[in-house]
């Protein structure tokens, strides 16, 4: 039962929040009686609500619960201020993210009116061998994930894209190196991301910053910033961590 739930909820993307009974069971491969069923049940208790034309959306007792219980809130929570200014320096996107199975998930991202073309979601995800923001802490991941990774598949949207796993190991070997990642042309030919990490008290990263910008030769510029943006998040979210335990 928790199991078929859970895929009714995974049926919902970023961008489509609202589905019909229908579709819900297309994607969760539940039989239509199976699905009407829980999606009943699921409504009764709000973690999905009605929504126009019978259609379904995510329900407001989840978000509540959700946000009770993230880890990720805190880190949110300390970033938002520093993306703000990140934003407005440089023009374009700013995002902060971390490493969930072999994708990345935005926790975050503002955008400045007119930016670059940019695919990443709030709560969205994509493969992380495809952004440098997952490239980033990939190469900080444990050795049985990053052979995980390098077993592939490595999906690609565009020629740019690391796509064979010769490539990918060296990346992850460079990122190592350089402590930043950029990803010139991987997901859009006209944009570039360019993260860092954010540090946990002993150097490993927590989570990824990165901005999106044009493709052009000013990318490195933004990395000093960057950099220094970051170290400030950490430094924040370790003095939030150290007044909890206090």
């Keep these: 039962m928790l199991a078929r739930a859970v895929r009714i909820f995974e049926a919902f993307s970023p961008g489509e929040t609202t589905l019909s009974v229908s579709e819900i069971s297309r994607r969760a491969g539940l039989h239509i009686s199976t699905t009407s069923r829980l999606v009943a049940e699921l409504t009764g208790h709000g973690l999905l609500s009605r ?9 407001l007792r989840l978000w509540e619960l959700g946000l009770r ?18 934003t407005n320096l440089v023009g374009h996107h700013a995002q902060l993210s971390v490493l969930e199975g072999m994708d990345i998930l935005f926790l975050e991202r503002l955008s400045a009116p ?22 980033l802490l990939l190469a900080h991941a444990d050795p049985e994930r990053q052979e995980e ?27 190592r190196r350089n402590g930043f990642v950029t990803s010139p042309g991987w997901v859009e030919h006209v944009a570039c991301g360019l993260a860092v990490p954010v540090r946990e008290a002993d150097g490993s990263p927590v989570a990824a910053l990165s901005v999106i910008v044009p493709n052009d030769d000013r990318v490195f510029g933004f990395l000093p910033a960057l950099r220094a943006v970051a170290m400030e998040i950490g430094l924040v979210l370790r003095r939030a961590h150290a007044e909890t335990d206090t």
């Design 51 to 59: 929504g126009p034309g019978r259609t379904v959306q995510i329900g």
């Design 69 to 86: 219980a993230s880890p990720t809130l805190t880190l949110r929570q300390v970033a938002l201020p520093f993306l703000k200014d990140l």
């Design 114 to 135: 007119g930016a670059v073309v940019n695919l990443s979601r709030v709560a969205g995800r994509m493969p992380a061998t495809a952004t440098a923001p997952g490239v």
């Design 149 to 175: 990774a390098l077993a592939g598949p490595l999906p690609t949207y565009t020629r740019r894209t690391i796509g064979d796993p010769d490539r990918l190991r060296s990346a992850l070997a460079e990122a």
